[in-house]
């Protein structure tokens, strides 16, 4: 029978064909390069018969020895039952953040096995390990640990982790997926915050580019009564109160407190250009979040819209620094969409949700006419009941051809790139022109880099603060 299927390859590869197949489905199992190369042996000693007819029971007999190895090594395969994981990690990471993952991998059987792991990792994320071989021992345990960098924000979820185990003699090797679910919930950067303060307390804001702004008048919000003394100013004294306590007494002052701050987030596709590794939506999320944590902590309410077509979420104005929190749920999971924005809808929404005064922030990004005419038309109309602040993100790969581009060099350089940087310089100077039509409107308007728009907008809210804008 042996010599039959020896004389006869295609029959005998198709019997060989339905044990693997069963083997693969049942038992997640494939033969290794190994297997293959002893499985050839008979066969090369068979086409040798031609010349010694002895060579085909030579062959039989090697085939005999190689199938009852493979068959015998095929038990010793630890099965996917019989392999334990759990996956320890928080389930809050940071947009850019290092994130660590602790994977406990426990073997359940009495054999000994090699292994090779390998988590289930989302596109979004960059691991600092992807494989990790090790050898466990019957009953026992290992732990492997590596980091996670997120590229962008949202829910992810890993759940199952994946598994290469060889046999024992190396002839067949399995390859499992072993359930273990977990979610990551990336947030914008809040580790900035935590930077703030220890730069708030250390007098060291210009390390953020935040600058010192003198204040401008007087605070004219009452906070308590104190004792005179001789630094005060006279016209601060509370002449009833100090007849009444025989004793000169003032009155304090602080800086307006409880007053609205409403951002507006364009998620439309103009904030889905990158810069820093982050998209423009990223950094427009984490300079809303540092305001916003700067504002709660001086008593100010903060609200936040997100909108693109349509409006995403609308987070009313709330004080209270653990108002923070909020904002975070209203943010982490907006992605910039493929669609216009319609700012038409936006700000009817805001003028329905918010009567109040209040110091409207627009986060959006501009490069023709027509939305610019909407953002002057919309934002103008606010000036009478809000004061509002519009916030232009440049685009680096499209100005940074202006600033690369060298006059000297304008005969050496193809046709292409004059092309590109007077089309850069051209939109450059019309949005110049938006940033200054916006300013003569009463609007107030800041252009800046997406790297650069934290310090700019902290800096243009203390400027308000100071000058008692609102």
């Known amino acids: 029978m042996i010599l039959f299927l020896l004389e006869r390859p295609i029959v005998f590869l198709l019997l060989m064909a339905l044990p693997l197949c069963a083997l693969a489905y049942f038992r997640r199992a494939f033969p290794t390069r190994r297997t293959l190369l002893l499985f050839a042996l008979p066969a090369m000693v068979a086409l040798a018969q031609i010349f010694f007819p002895v060579a085909a029971m030579v062959a039989a007999g090697l085939l005999i020895l190689v199938a009852l190895a493979s068959l015998f090594d095929v038990f010793t395969l630890v099965s996917q039952k019989q392999f334990s994981v759990v996956r320890n990690s928080l389930k809050v990471a ?18 000994t096995c090699k292994i090779d792991f390998r988590d289930d990792i989302p596109d979004e994320f960059t691991a600092s390990i992807v494989n990790f071989p090790a050898t466990l021992k019957p009953k026992s345990k290992t732990r492997f640990k590596y980091t996670l960098t997120s590229s ?32 990551i919930n990336v947030y914008p950067d809040m580790k900035q915050i935590a930077e703030y303060d220890l730069l708030a307390r250390t007098n060291r804001l210009s390390q953020m580019g935040v600058r010192r702004v003198r204040r401008i008048g007087q605070d004219n919000e009452f ?14 004294i509370d002449w009833r109160t100090t007849a009444r306590r025989r004793k000169l007494t003032v009155k304090d002052f602080q800086s307006n407190q409880s007053q609205r701050i409403i951002f507006m987030v364009d998620c439309a596709r103009m904030m889905a250009g990158s810069s820093d590794g982050l998209s423009m939506l990223d950094h427009a999320f984490n300079a809303m979040l540092m305001l916003s944590y700067i504002a709660l902590k001086q008593g100010d309410s903060v609200g936040l819209l997100n909108f693109s077509n349509e409006v995403h979420s609308f987070t009313p104005p709330k004080g209270g620094i653990q108002h923070i929190n909020r904002l975070l749920h209203s ?20 003028k329905q949700k918010c009567p109040k005064r209040s110091l409207v922030i627009l986060i959006t990004n501009v490069i023709d006419e027509v939305n610019a ?69 009463g609007v107030l308007a800041i252009e800046t880099f997406p790297e650069q728009m934290t310090a700019d907008l902290i800096n243009q809210y203390l400027e308000i603060k100071a000058r008692h804008l609102l």
Request: net charge negative; proline share 2%.
């Open 223 to 236: 906070e308590r009564l104190r004792d005179y003394t001789k630094d005060d100013n006279y016209k601060h």
């Open 152 to 183: 962008s924000r949202g829910k992810f979820a890993m759940e199952k982790v994946y598994l290469s185990v060889n046999s024992g003699l190396g002839l067949w090797q399995g390859f499992y997926q072993v359930p273990c679910e977990t979610t």
């Open 94 to 111: 940071s947009l850019g953040k290092p994130h660590h993952v602790n994977v406990e991998l426990t073997n359940l059987s009495s054999r």
């Open 331 to 350: 943010c982490f999971d907006e992605d910039a969409r493929y669609v216009e924005a319609r700012y038409d809808k936006a700000f009817l929404y805001l």
């Open 373 to 441: 005419n909407q953002i002057l038309q919309y934002t103008t109309n606010l000036t009478g009941q809000h004061l509002p602040l519009c916030l232009l993100v440049k685009d680096h790969d499209m100005l940074d051809v202006v600033d690369q581009f060298d006059e000297e060099r304008e005969l050496e350089v193809g046709e292409e790139t004059l092309f590109r940087a007077a089309a850069a310089a051209t939109i450059a100077n019309w949005r110049h022109e938006v940033v200054a039509d916006l300013k003569h409107r």
